[in-house]
């Protein structure tokens, strides 16, 4: 990966997409091979990883000091990004209580506030509707043009033609990833 | 590791526990419920009362512990450490683990009138010392909420049917505070090394909760992924 540059990672079902993003982002060792990371890495999960009874300026505050941040950087970051994806800023709701889509944006903030120069993103957009959605590759060429390197997995062969390349992982590892 | 990096755990943990009143006032009752019960019994009394404490302070800390598994990865994918996120939760158990010693030992001594107050004051300390560990140990441990409670539910049962004088008693995690609490009773019975053993048993269960929720949630950044 190169700074400025978005790959989108497709396959089928269990073609270990999520998989490979989590080895890249080292939560998984590998079996085989070796992955190089000079950077600070962004990984947003398949899953929003959230609590659910805390809000979302809790998390935010929450994750300040493991990102070096103070709670009012955190928080300022963390909002503007937010109100950028269209979540409800100003709503105090638990997670629990917030819809899919506005959890999944909070997921994805929490992956993008601190100095993140790599992002690995699982599938970020799931929920979101067209409006967000939109506003979400608005995004991806924006943080291009920052300068940040963007890993994005999905489904959705039209994605790929916001993306500077495209790896397909197949069920079947013999016949290996194809890069286009 | 600046305090903030352990504040922060602690005071999420504070919000999320102040947000399961229902549960906590469960399970805050239920001890004091199985104490008033035998209250006619001395002895079992203090001992029901004081043991079974522990399922006040272990089960909050285990629900919490619980709370933020989906979370932690995260976390430390963000830069926490394994132990920085348990030190944060631990002090504000701690905590609310004194504030609930408090309430038991009060309600005891006014309603059974100890021989010896201290040890029952002490015993209801360290019920409280050692369910934090122990809750955070399960909540790493336990596949689920379930696993966890049923295990909380039967270390404790075991604790209360056995004598402290029994050779499997002391093998599990409120011995100590049992020959304590039994103590405050009955002053014959010795309280020997109640209190060292009970300190080196808690700090063996937090050991073994850094441990699992490490080996739970593992970060590489060392080779083969270099960073």
């Not at chain 1, 608005?138 to 495209?166: N, P, Y």
């Not at chain 2, 209250?39 to 001992?47: Q, W």
């Not at chain 2, 053993?197 to 063996?204: M, Q």
Request: charged share 15%; glycine share 10%.
């Amino acid at each position: 990966m190169s700074p400025g540059e978005a790959v989108a990672v497709v396959g089928e079902n269990g073609s270990g997409k999520s998989t490979l993003l989590r080895i890249c982002a080292g939560l998984i060792r590998p079996d085989q091979g070796r992955v190089s990371v000079n950077a600070r890495v962004g990984y947003c999960p398949q899953e929003p990883g959230l609590i659910d009874l805390l809000t979302a300026d809790e998390h935010l505050a929450l994750f300040a000091p493991a990102l070096g941040l103070s709670r009012e950087r955190a928080l300022h970051e963390g909002r503007r990004l937010l109100a950028e994806l269209a979540f409800p800023v100003r709503d105090r709701s638990q997670a629990r209580h917030l819809s899919g889509g506005a959890r999944q944006k909070l997921n994805l903030a929490l992956a993008l506030i601190g100095d993140a120069s790599l992002l690995l993103l699982d599938e970020p957009y799931q929920g979101f509707d067209h409006g967000a959605y939109v506003s979400f590759w608005e995004h991806v060429a924006g943080w291009k043009g920052d300068g940040l390197a963007v890993v994005i997995v999905t489904h959705l062969l039209t994605d790929t033609v916001f993306v500077d390349r495209v790896v397909e992982l197949t069920a079947s590892p013999e016949r290996g990833a194809v890069v286009s | 590791m600046s305090p903030a990096r352990v504040l922060a755990p602690a005071e999420m943990t504070a919000r999320d526990l102040s947000r399961r009143r229902i549960a906590l006032a469960l399970l805050t009752a239920l001890p004091l419920a199985l104490y008033g019960a035998q209250a006619g019994h001395l002895r079992h009394a203090v001992v029901t009362g004081g043991v079974v404490m522990a399922f006040s302070v272990a089960g909050a800390a285990m629900f919490a512990s619980f709370a933020t598994r989906a979370v932690d990865q995260r976390l430390m994918l963000a830069g926490y450490r394994p132990y920085e996120l348990l030190l944060g939760r631990l002090l504000l158990l701690e905590v609310l683990g004194v504030l609930v010693a408090a309430l038991f030992s009060v309600v005891m001594v006014l309603g059974t009138g100890p021989s010896d107050t201290p040890a029952l004051v002490g015993g209801v300390a360290l019920v409280a010392f050692t369910s934090v560990p122990f809750g955070l140990a399960l909540g790493a441990l336990a596949p689920q909420e379930l696993e966890g409670t049923l295990i909380l539910i039967g270390v404790v049962g075991i604790q209360l049917t056995t004598e402290s004088s029994q050779l499997v008693a002391k093998f599990l995690p409120f011995w100590g505070p049992q020959r304590l609490l039994t103590h405050s009773i009955d002053t014959t019975v010795a309280i020997g090394a109640a209190v060292p053993v009970d300190i080196a048993y808690a700090l063996a269960l937090l050991l073994v909760a850094v441990y699992a929720i490490g080996r739970r949630v593992p970060v590489i950044s060392a080779p083969p992924v270099s960073r």
